[in-house]
């Protein structure tokens, strides 16, 4: 079974620009979650996903939002970036049923603002 | 509002010696937890969770973890450090007021495994 897929592994973007984030959860699982982790705020809840609504949301500014589709795939967008936004992006999936479930992590995107 | 504490930014040990790290959380009600372990370039692997009733619990790679109400502790053991054990390791809670699927993680904790 493969795992969770994250696409790009690495981004080099500019201030201003704005970048978009993809995430193929395991075949089966509804629920993705996006996650930020920077060595100072560590990891921080973006949002999660669940059968294509927002179910949860993060503290971070409206220039984050994302996305699910009919397959379960996310994406995750950050218009007008600022430095701030380098970081390592992860994305998580599971069934999305019951407090107890452990949740699979892709590798993450690297993205990096200059 | 659900929350996890790891005091401890490293932890070195020598191979072969047994290894603890520590959390500590606060909760209302359930506290649903979990370790995570994070190798360089990499994203997060579970390592285990606690189950209702089960003081000691047992997960991949060899680690447990000993749950303790009374000090509202999660610390993460092993018996016999590997250096392939070197890793960012991360405790968490489930936030179960705001949403399903949100872990509010500690701010990590590095393990240094010396050959």
């Known amino acids: 079974k493969a795992g969770v897929t994250q696409t790009p592994r690495y981004l080099i973007k500019t201030r201003g620009q704005q970048v978009t984030l993809s995430c193929s959860p395991i075949s089966g699982h509804r629920s993705v979650s996006w996650y930020q982790q920077t060595p100072g705020q560590g990891l921080q809840f973006l949002f999660e996903?669940?059968?294509?609504?927002?179910?949860n949301k993060g503290n971070f500014p409206g220039r984050f939002s994302g996305r699910q589709f009919s397959n379960s795939r996310s994406e995750m967008n950050v218009s007008t970036l600022e430095l701030g936004d380098s970081a390592l992006y992860l994305c998580a999936s599971s069934s999305g049923q019951g407090l107890n479930e452990k949740l699979f992590f892709g590798s993450g995107t690297q993205l990096s603002v200059l | 509002a659900q929350s996890v504490a790891q005091p401890e930014d490293q932890v070195n040990v020598a191979e072969g010696n047994p290894l603890t790290v520590k959390c500590t959380y606060s909760v209302s009600g359930n506290p649903y937890l979990f370790w995570y372990v994070q190798y360089p370039n990499r994203g997060l692997q579970f390592l285990l969770k606690y189950i209702t009733g089960d003081n000691l619990v047992k997960g991949s790679y060899g680690f447990e973890a000993e749950f303790n109400k009374s000090q509202t502790s999660f610390h993460l053991k092993k018996p016999s450090a590997l250096v392939s054990d070197s890793a960012l390791y991360f405790c968490?809670?489930?936030?179960?007021?705001?949403?399903?699927?949100?872990?509010?993680f500690g701010t990590g904790t590095r393990l240094l495994v010396s050959p």
């Open positions: 968490a809670v489930r936030e179960v007021d705001t949403g399903f699927q949100k872990l509010v």
């Open positions: 996903y669940f059968s294509e609504t927002q179910r």
